[in-house]
């Protein structure tokens, strides 16, 4: 199974947590069965020693969701058949709030006090509006309709008393401006257990932003970086996140039906004729053949599987 080799490629190098995403849909068709393939999936992680961190919803990409067989990838674009949940047609409809509740008590409760679990990811980027991709297909009040929400769905997750703690990811506070939060950044930040964030800068932008959220005094996890040309790589924020004790996740790992190895810029210059000269996200190819022998070994290194290999072993 595809699932069983890629963790075990995982589980190599020293991971012992990926970020999976859900979505309302497959659960509204078939409860029973999506709560099956969840506890399937995490049978198959624990045999790797991975804990996944579940994302219940999420503001990013297409925000029209269809159940059934989705579109493939748009050739040469940058994660061109992700889907939002809950989408904009169930975000605008004060008539789908109790399924989207049953979604997120259901999906919660059924592993609540399951030691496989690490955590609820309760909303991925919220306040993401998708500029430069589906922007035009966005309601206009997205950022209230999310804000009026958001709540709820700690709430509802709460519902559920799970053992695992709950987080939703702050991502575009304005530290060059030194602005003040945003009302959504306040309900992420009061509501999570754990303190989360995204961060895809220079590795003196990321050590900013972990000294600023180690002032909460909870726990902090970076749930998303690692973006090779916009200058966040494994050498240069590893080391600062171990530094802090700072938990991280890189986007991406086996390159695929995301395409998130092509750069953000993809949405307006496809890449179609010529590969980019550097991937952006992913870590393997599609056969777990590293992209860079050194990120791996560093990885290796940082978790304890390994050494760095020497210049001078790299001779023989």
């Not at 970020?19 to 506890?39: A, Y």
């Not at 999936?41 to 045999?47: G, P, T």
């Not at 702050?170 to 309900?187: G, H, P, Y």
Request: overall charge neutral.
């Amino acid at each position: 199974m595809q699932i069983d080799k890629e963790l075990g490629w995982a589980e190599d190098m020293g991971m012992n947590t990926m970020r999976v995403f859900l979505h309302d849909l497959p659960w509204t068709q078939n409860p029973e069965g999506f709560r099956k393939r969840i506890d399937l999936f995490l049978e198959i992680a624990a045999r790797h020693h991975i804990k996944p961190l579940f994302v219940l919803f999420d503001s990013c990409w297409d925000p029209h969701p269809k159940l059934g067989v989705q579109h493939p990838p748009i050739p040469g674009v940058h994660n061109s058949g992700w889907v939002q949940s809950p989408g904009s047609p169930a975000l605008g409809d004060p008539a789908q709030k109790e399924r989207l509740k049953a979604y997120v008590t259901g999906v919660v409760g059924a592993f609540s006090k399951d030691p496989r679990v690490l955590g609820w990811d309760v909303w991925n980027e919220p306040s993401n509006i998708n500029s430069g991709s589906y922007s035009k297909l966005e309601p206009p009040n997205k950022a209230e309709l999310v804000e009026a929400m958001l709540p709820n769905v700690f709430a509802w997750a709460r519902e559920a008393h799970p053992t695992q703690p709950l987080t939703s990811g702050v991502w575009d506070i304005d530290f060059e401006n030194r602005s003040a939060l945003t009302k959504m950044q306040q309900i992420q930040l009061n509501n999570s257990d754990v303190i989360s964030f995204h961060n895809y800068g220079w590795p003196e932008k990321f050590e900013e932003e972990v000294l600023y959220l180690k002032k909460f005094n909870r726990p902090v996890i970076c749930t998303e970086f690692m973006a090779r040309g916009a200058g966040s790589t494994f050498d240069t924020i590893l080391p600062i996140a171990k530094k802090y004790k700072v938990a991280a996740i890189n986007w991406g790992f086996v390159a695929g039906k995301t395409q998130t190895y092509y750069p953000w810029d993809s949405w307006r210059h496809p890449y179609i004729l010529d590969q980019p000269t550097l991937w952006f996200h992913e870590v393997l190819y599609p056969d777990g053949k590293p992209y860079r022998e050194a990120e791996v070994q560093l990885i290796r290194e940082l978790t304890g599987r390994g050494k760095v290999r020497s210049a001078a072993a790299n001779m023989h």
